[in-house]
């Protein structure tokens, strides 16, 4: 099978104008043309009068070969890639070694708990939080009544923090060995739209992705694995030998009880901060990394529809408007657009009492009023939080502690139009633009819950951003703050092994381990630490 990629069509196309477009473009008549399947689809809209669709395609032809030859320098026309997943091992069908244990259900623990179970391991995988649909009725608890349960909220239970969110399926991670494709067609199998495997950035929406999680978990649970959730886990057993070697044996739950273990992978996640400093107080080692601060910002959606597709806003085949923004400001900091949710609503994502904390959420369908994004200012431990490897938390909690007062002490958030913003002045009206935010905001200064080189850049920033794109810098854009949890602020470092650098039999993974940021990035990662696992676990070295 060939792979022609970067075949450009007008948005409008006719149907049959694809497989012409492939005839034309590989020179061949219709009767050599076998089959065409879509790849791939994106759209180019640089040109808004003239929008483009942009496809890849696997095509069958009668005879392939010379058409090959002809390509050949062609960079566009190749062979169709191998993406099929193939286990690097499975466990004997006499296996009688320690069951792996995963801590936490999110995308990377639950990535790592499906391929140990596909691979006959019989994970047992913990959660602090509760089974999805019972930590969904929590989390609707802070957004409805400000009542804020600090083991089930939208950063933890089942499914872990990606549940309640736009379900951005797309990552920058290099991926040689195409497993986001493992991925993509996991999701698929548990109830995800098919669409995910060709759009060029699919996205499920929030609610599917409640449904999804659940059907993995029945999926686990028929190989043999076990969930077991509202089991958090607090302390470590290491053994420490002769030549001060580390090695993880068992692990304690916050119930008192102690399980004997083998390899456990630790997947808990940027939020679980308790954890991190029992990581640390138990000699694990670990190390601040950087990461980002800011808001959200909010938009009506028919304003970045209008300013990204102009006339053909709207459209169909287009959906809800996206955008990615960055600029690098005079005080040289970055401030950047991040996790942006077309159609959808800012979120309370905070963990813990007396904190706010945004994200953004939305459904599959995109069509809420607003268009919500992070932006946010990059950080970094040398510069703004050296000393402490744990010092990032420190920050964090810093800011969302000042962002609950500032918001009046009941889980509000505090909100600013942007015009206030920009002219140093509280904000005491809200205009055009009507934030999402449940429980509500607090119109207020927000320059009172941010550091005065992220304020001093962001101000410099949203101008500019003005400029790409034509009414963002508008007065009445709403922010609200304080987004402080776009990425782990530490990293539990991990060898080439994939275990702790210094404690045996931890494998630290996903987004709180440092090594991951969004949904496919993490659930990839699981993949990885799941096979790095179970070569340990049978002794393998090499593909079966
Ligand atoms: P998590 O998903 O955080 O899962 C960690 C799990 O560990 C949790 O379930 C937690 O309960 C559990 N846990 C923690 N500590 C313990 C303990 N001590 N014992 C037992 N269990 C424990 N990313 C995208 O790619 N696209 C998006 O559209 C997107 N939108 C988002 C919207 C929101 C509101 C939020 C909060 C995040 C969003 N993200 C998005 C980010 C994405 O959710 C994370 O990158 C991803 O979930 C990280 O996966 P993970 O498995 O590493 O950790």
């Given at each position: ?293 800011g808001v959200r910002i909010e ?38 657009s991040f996790c942006m949710c077309?159609?959808g609503t800012v979120v309370?994502a ?7 904390a945004t994200n953004g ?9 607003n268009?919500n994004s992070g932006i946010v ?36 958030a505090?909100a ?19 934030p999402s935010y ?40 709403v922010l609200t703050g304080v987004e ?61």
């Open positions: 099978m060939l792979r022609i990629t970067d075949l450009k069509l007008p948005l409008n196309h006719a149907e049959e104008a694809l497989p012409a477009a492939i005839r034309n473009r590989l020179r061949i008549t219709p009767r050599d043309l076998v089959r065409y399947t879509i790849a791939r689809r994106a759209h180019d809209a640089r040109d808004k009068m003239d929008i483009q669709l942009v496809y890849s395609v696997d095509v069958t032809l009668k005879n392939e070969a010379p058409v090959l030859a002809r390509f050949r320098r062609d960079r566009h026309v190749n062979t169709t890639p191998d993406t099929g997943y193939r286990f690097v091992t499975k466990a004997p069908a006499d296996y009688a070694g320690p069951r792996p244990v995963v801590v936490g259900a999110g995308p990377c623990g639950l990535f790592a708990g499906l391929i140990l179970a596909q691979m006959g391991f019989r994970p047992i995988i913990l959660d602090r939080g509760k089974v999805v649909r019972e930590r969904t009725k929590d989390t609707w608890g802070l957004w409805r009544r400000s009542e804020l349960n600090p083991e089930s909220n939208v950063q933890f239970g089942e499914g872990g923090a990606g549940t309640f969110s736009d379900g951005k399926l797309w990552s920058q991670i290099k991926d040689p060995r195409h497993l986001g494709r493992k991925v993509l067609i996991e999701f698929v199998k548990a109830g995800a739209p098919p669409e995910i495997l060709t759009e060029a950035h699919p996205h499920i929406g929030t609610f599917r992705l409640v449904t999804m999680v659940e059907s993995m978990r029945r999926t686990v649970e028929a190989l043999g694995g076990e969930y077991r959730f509202e089991h958090r886990v607090d302390d470590l057993d290491i053994a420490e030998d002769a030549d001060g070697a580390r090695r993880l044996r068992g692990i304690r739950l916050h119930s008192g009880e102690v399980m004997e273990t083998g390899p456990v992978v630790f997947a808990v996640g940027h939020s679980a901060r308790d954890t991190f400093h029992m990581l640390h107080d138990r000699g694990v080692y670990l190390e601040a990394k950087p990461f980002s601060i938009h009506p959606q028919s304003w970045i529809d209008h300013a990204r597709f102009g006339p053909c806003a709207g459209h169909p085949d287009l959906g809800a408007a996206a955008y990615s923004l960055s600029h690098h400001c005079k005080n040289g900091r970055t401030v950047y077309p159609g309370a905070t963990s813990e009492v007396g904190r706010v959420m939305s459904q599959y369908s995109r069509n809420e009023r268009a200012v990059g950080i970094d431990p040398a510069r703004d939080y050296p000393g402490h490897p744990l010092a990032g938390i420190e920050l964090q909690r810093h800011w969302e502690t000042r962002a609950f007062e500032v918001g009046g002490g009941t889980y509000k505090p600013q139009r942007l015009g206030d913003f920009l002219a140093g002045r509280p904000s005491t009206a809200l205009g055009s633009v009507i449940r429980p509500g905001v607090e119109l207020t200064d927000l320059a009172a819950c941010l550091p005065e080189f992220a304020v001093t850049a962001m101000r410099e920033a949203l101008v500019a951003f003005g400029r790409e794109i034509p009414g963002y810098d508008h007065p009445d854009a402080t949890r776009t990425s782990s602020p530490i990293r539990v470092t991990r060898g080439d092994d994939f275990q702790s650098v210094n404690t045996a039999g931890l494998y630290p993974a996903g987004e709180g381990a440092g090594y991951a940021g969004g949904i496919l990035s993490a659930a990839v990662d699981g993949i990885k630490i799941a096979e790095a696992v179970a070569l340990a676990l049978t002794g393998a070295a090499g593909q079966v």
